[in-house]
């Protein structure tokens, strides 16, 4: 049988930890480096109902993009969120183990994955890793062909995950789109990165109101570009789901399943 340190060398293989941001969280917070699994299931959040589902689905080990603890707790108590979660896990005699940043910018990574969704080819990371430039924060290439912003929109939305966020856009809808630039999760710190790649749009996430207003009347200034594509946290690290539950599947003798839930906090949303 594969234990879970074994899992946690094979995670650590293809998304080195020394690629993790100095503020990150990264590896095994809950559980028994030499238990025994069978079964991994593979989310980004690890939230209660994603708990449950490992629970539903039989798994002894669950790998999350996103940290449980990625802040100092002082109690682990069931009267907290953090606290309820680590209680249920080891309970059900389920181990934690969480990739972050590492994942990002490693080669076939959370970027890697969100731009071969997009359809984006050659991807090159947009701000490389010292000494290894094949790896990094977001990824920048092509896209088969010319597109406009629009069209290039809608393709996004149709493949990944929808979310009641949706896919919001600035930028002229009729505007033609050939390079990409992309950085799942939180990108509004490489707003000025991006500006300086050429790319034609930028797709990322939580994209917060004065960033991204200076972005657009500098892009006024010049030609428009780059456009702004702004999607849910969610739905921009999804596809490395299933990038990391393959590489386990064909490294380790476990089944991997990938989480069905989608764990964006947000659950309506009215007007237009």
């Given at each position: 049988m594969t234990t879970v340190a074994e899992i946690a060398e094979i995670m650590e293989s293809r998304f080195p930890p020394a690629l993790a941001e100095d503020w990150d969280v990264n590896g095994l917070s809950v559980g028994d480096p030499g238990a025994e699994v069978s079964?991994?299931?593979?989310?980004?959040?690890?939230?209660?109902?994603?708990?449950?589902?490992?629970?539903?689905?039989?798994a002894q080990l669950l790998v999350t993009h996103h940290p449980l603890m990625l802040r100092g707790v002082t109690g682990v108590?069931?009267?907290s969120t953090k606290g309820a979660v680590v209680h249920r896990l080891i309970s059900h005699g389920i181990a934690l183990y969480n990739a972050?940043?590492?994942?990002?910018?490693?080669a076939g990574g959370v970027c890697d994955a969100?731009?071969?969704a997009l359809g984006i080819s050659s991807p090159m990371p947009l701000v490389p890793s010292a000494g290894d430039a094949a790896q990094g924060t977001g990824r920048i290439g092509m896209l088969p062909g010319p597109t406009?912003?629009?069209e290039f929109a809608q393709h996004?939305?149709?493949v990944l995950p929808a979310t009641h966020h949706g896919v919001r856009v600035a930028g002229d809808p009729d505007g033609l789109v050939t390079t990409v630039a992309v950085v799942g999760g939180s990108g509004d710190s490489f707003l000025d990165t991006v500006r300086h790649s050429g790319a034609d749009a930028y797709v990322t996430?939580?994209?917060?109101?004065?960033?991204?207003?200076?972005?657009?009347?500098l892009a006024a200034l010049g030609d428009g570009r780059p456009y702004l594509i702004d999607v849910s946290h969610y739905a921009s690290e999804w596809a490395w789901l299933t990038a990391a539950a393959e590489h386990v599947a064909d490294a380790a003798a476990v089944d991997?399943?990938?989480?069905?839930?989608?764990?964006?906090?947000?659950?309506?949303?009215?007007g237009a």
């Open positions: 079964r991994v299931l593979f989310a980004v959040d690890p939230t209660l109902a994603v708990i449950d589902e490992a629970i539903e689905v039989g108590a069931t009267t972050h940043t590492n994942a990002d910018a490693a969100l731009a071969e406009t912003l629009a996004v939305a149709e996430a939580d994209l917060r109101h004065h960033p991204a207003s200076d972005a657009r009347e991997a399943v990938v989480s069905t839930l989608n764990t964006d906090p947000w659950t309506a949303r009215y």
